[in-house]
């Protein structure tokens, strides 16, 4: 968080000019989940591939941790990833990073943990070594790079974010496509919080008593927006019709600094409108 808490850096924030290219990554980084989350009705599935969390091009604090989440085909591969070795290369100097297990949707995709061994150095370019691991993988939220790159900001994030405006249901979207129904629900919040943050979701049935296990899985936040639920082709939290769910928000930033306290929230899921005869 870089809001002027003491005992916090003040070197991190990054300057004018890199805040209006942190606005231009976090929209383009929108409209990137936007297609892929909830797809217009006339587009086909995503490709299989990756994705990287923060979005490639943004910048992070020096000591940021990475999540990747396979998508498809490559969800799998993704999830046997926990234990290997990556690296985020600069010119004259390299950071090993360690991929830890983090979490598996209800529908198929895989999230994991890249965590730096030491801090990057700032105001630099780093580039990490996908193809270490994932050879030719394709980077679906990237820039156009064939590696993904970040830029360094000029210090370590330390401190938690706090809430400005708890977790709140804003609306429900259903939609029929093509391929097949998509159902979400968007969560808006408000952090004092300038680097990309997640929100870390349980997710349980409500009124509804029945076996359903509990989901547990992570949504990018973008400009206070995350959404809860799947589409055609699959997603992170698989929603049934007009049931009532639990959801217990936990928040946490780019360096994995995690705020709680939120009340769970419930909530329907969207129904689909009856179809004319």
Same mark, same amino acid.
């Given at each position: ?19 209006? $290219? ?13 297609? $892929? ?24 604090? %020096? ?17 046997? $990833? ?24 209800? $529908? ?18 780093? %580039? ?150």
């Amino acid at each position: 968080m870089w809001d002027g808490v003491r005992g916090v850096s003040r070197r991190w924030p990054p300057t004018p000019g890199r805040r209006r $290219l942190g606005g231009l990554v976090r929209l383009v980084g929108l409209l990137l989940t936007l297609c $892929l989350f909830v797809p217009p009705a006339h587009a086909a599935c995503p490709a299989d591939g990756v994705q990287l969390f923060p979005a490639p091009g943004s910048v992070v604090p %020096t000591n940021t941790r990475l999540l990747l989440e396979g998508v498809g085909s490559l969800s799998e591969k993704v999830g046997e $990833l926990p234990g290997r070795i990556l690296r985020m290369q600069t010119e004259g100097h390299e950071v090993e990073v360690r991929v830890q297990r983090g979490w598996t949707s209800t $529908l198929g995709r895989t999230l994991v943990i890249l965590r730096l061994s030491s801090p990057l150095k700032p105001g630099l370019v780093y %580039t990490l070594r996908l193809d270490d691991v994932l050879p030719g993988v394709k980077v679906l939220n990237s820039m156009g790079h064939s590696l993904p790159e970040w830029n360094s900001g000029r210090g370590q994030d330390l401190a938690r974010p706090r809430w400005l405006k708890r977790p709140v249901v804003s609306e429900g979207i259903f939609r029929r496509t093509r391929e097949g129904s998509e159902r979400f629900v968007k969560l808006r919040m408000s952090l004092s919080e300038d680097s990309p943050a997640y929100a870390q979701v349980t997710l349980s049935r409500g009124k509804d008593k029945d076996n359903m296990a509990p989901q547990h899985y992570v949504l990018p936040l973008h400009d206070g927006v995350a959404l809860l639920g799947h589409g055609a082709c699959g997603g992170a939290f698989a929603l049934e019709d007009g049931k009532s769910y639990r959801a217990k928000i936990d928040v946490f930033d780019a360096a994995g600094n995690l705020v709680q306290g939120a009340a769970p929230l419930q909530f329907e899921a969207p129904v689909a409108p009856k179809e004319n005869p």
